[in-house]
């Protein structure tokens, strides 16, 4: 399908990581004795969402992976962006520099477009953070999130998952049958093929679930791209 025949803002670039890598991750994953059950806003339940779950963040032992992950991931973000450049700008009246280095402009897609890698980063990571990262492994013919859902929900206090912009995922293998993650209002499925990187928006509009993999465990590395919160966008009040 051409560049210009889908505008579902659901993005799929492969080969975020090779298939080397992805097989050592997998290697590690089920090594590991830090493994716990998959957990969805409400806690531990299976008939929603049944899988073995390594949230990354605060071990030591998994910063080099969260680390490879997060710039897999942001060398996404900035393909996405470049194609969708109202993702950054249009909840935010961002403003840099001007390029004679004097005064200030508003940011157009226009803007994003002319910007090199370099400076488009530097407005990204001001604006907006990784979330935290989880392993998950989907057991062959049982595991699956099959609950129709989106990544926003009000209930934590911090508001931290309000902060959610967008989702992503890369797929760690295949070589099993369907697994697919699958968009309810866009009626797309996405088949896992090991190293490919998903990106989507968080919000209802992109209600999707995770099909159940049949013939083969399915392993996937997955979180979210958050705003930055407001105090630290707008200063302390």
């Excluded at 799929?12 to 590991?32: E, I």
């Excluded at 057991?139 to 209930?155: K, Q, V």
């Excluded at 679930?209 to 958050?226: C, E, F, M, Q, V």
Aim: aromatic share 10%; hydrophobic share 40%; charged share 25%.
């Amino acid at each position: 399908m051409s560049d210009d025949a889908r505008h579902d803002f659901i993005e799929v670039y492969p080969q975020a990581l090779d298939r080397a890598t992805c097989a050592a991750l997998l290697q590690r994953f089920d090594a590991s004795a830090e493994t716990e059950p998959g957990r969805v806003g409400g806690g531990v339940m299976p008939e929603l969402k049944d899988s073995r779950d390594l949230t990354l963040s605060g071990r030591e032992a998994w910063r080099d992976v969260e680390a490879l992950l997060n710039n897999a991931v942001f060398a996404g973000l900035l393909r996405y962006l470049r194609r969708y450049p109202h993702t950054l700008i249009a909840p935010l009246m961002l403003e840099v520099p001007g390029p004679d280095g004097q005064g200030r402009h508003r940011l157009t897609a226009e803007r994003v477009a002319a910007m090199d890698d370099a400076t488009l980063a530097g407005v990204v990571q001001a604006v907006l953070r990784p979330g935290a990262i989880n392993l998950q492994r989907y057991t062959a013919n049982r595991g699956g999130y099959p609950y129709w859902h989106c990544e926003l929900f009000p209930r934590d206090a911090h508001a931290e998952t309000l902060h959610r912009h967008l989702l992503w995922t890369i797929y760690l293998n295949d070589g099993f049958e369907e697994g697919e993650t699958e968009f309810l209002y866009q009626q797309r499925k996405i088949a896992p093929r090991a190293g490919d990187l998903l990106i989507a928006p968080a919000a209802f509009t992109h209600t999707h679930r995770g099909n159940r993999p049949k013939g083969g465990d399915k392993y996937i590395a997955t979180s979210w791209i958050l705003f930055q919160r407001a105090e630290r966008l707008y200063g302390a009040k």
